[in-house]
């Protein structure tokens, strides 16, 4: 008795297995490979600043041609223009700030822990507790600028990244056309 229902129970796993496979292979969606192409160059912060819920719906929205190039802040001019080379649009740079990386900071002799900043955080980047001084993980930190906009205190603001060995790099030469 026992055998009989391990054996049937064995043939049903293999049989709806195969069924499940054969589903799979023959009913795939084929997704628009452009929007994973997008996606792979935007910043993967996931911050919503574009007004969309992450990284992905940008990509979808920027595909579709119902966003602009300009709709990514963290990416700044550098992401803008290679968009638009991607998506074969002109770029208008002229609403573009390029503030470089950034972090959030807190400001401790102002912080009265009142919780606000890391409620709203996407990242998880701000740790403390209820009447506690606030911190900032640097490295989970997407400067968003969330945090910043909720703090009643004004104890949070964005810093830019101080240049270490870790963060510095060789600026490229700008190019001058002699007349």
Same mark, same amino acid.
């Given at each position: =008795?026992?055998?009989?229902?391990?054996?049937?129970?064995?043939?049903?796993?293999?049989?709806?297995?195969? /069924?499940?496979? /054969?589903?799979?292979? &023959?009913?795939?969606? *084929?997704?628009?490979? #452009?929007?994973?192409? #997008? *996606?792979?160059? /935007?910043?993967?912060?996931? %911050?919503?600043? @574009?007004? &969309?819920?992450? %990284?992905?719906?940008?990509?979808?929205?920027?595909?579709?041609?119902?966003? !602009?190039?300009?709709?990514?802040?963290?990416?700044?001019?550098?992401?803008?223009?290679?968009?638009?080379?991607?998506?074969?649009v002109?770029?208008?740079?002229s609403?573009? *700030?390029?503030?470089?990386?950034?972090?959030?900071?807190?400001?401790?002799?102002? @912080?009265?822990g009142? $919780?606000? +900043?890391?409620?709203? %955080? !996407?990242?998880?980047? #701000? =740790?403390?507790?209820?009447?506690? #001084?606030?911190?900032?993980?640097?490295?989970? +930190?997407?400067? +968003?600028?969330? @945090?910043?906009?909720? %703090?009643?205190?004004?104890? /949070?603001?964005?810093?830019?990244?101080?240049? $270490?060995?870790?963060?510095?790099?060789?600026?490229?030469?700008?190019?001058?056309?002699?007349?």
């Amino acid at each position: =008795m026992l055998v009989a229902a391990i054996v049937s129970l064995t043939i049903l796993g293999t049989v709806l297995g195969l /069924l499940l496979g /054969l589903a799979a292979r &023959y009913l795939r969606v *084929e997704g628009n490979p #452009i929007i994973a192409e #997008i *996606e792979q160059m /935007l910043p993967g912060s996931q %911050c919503g600043q @574009c007004g &969309y819920p992450g %990284c992905t719906g940008a990509a979808q929205a920027l595909a579709d041609g119902s966003a !602009p190039v300009t709709l990514c802040p963290p990416g700044g001019v550098a992401l803008v223009q290679a968009l638009a080379d991607k998506l074969g649009v002109e770029a208008d740079l002229s609403g573009v *700030e390029d503030k470089g990386p950034q972090v959030a900071e807190v400001k401790e002799e102002i @912080c009265i822990g009142c $919780t606000r +900043c890391f409620k709203v %955080c !996407p990242t998880d980047a #701000i =740790m403390g507790a209820a009447q506690q #001084i606030h911190v900032v993980f640097r490295e989970a +930190c997407t400067a +968003c600028s969330k @945090c910043v906009d909720v %703090c009643p205190t004004e104890a /949070l603001s964005l810093q830019a990244v101080p240049v $270490t060995l870790q963060s510095w790099y060789w600026h490229k030469p700008k190019l001058e056309v002699a007349a």
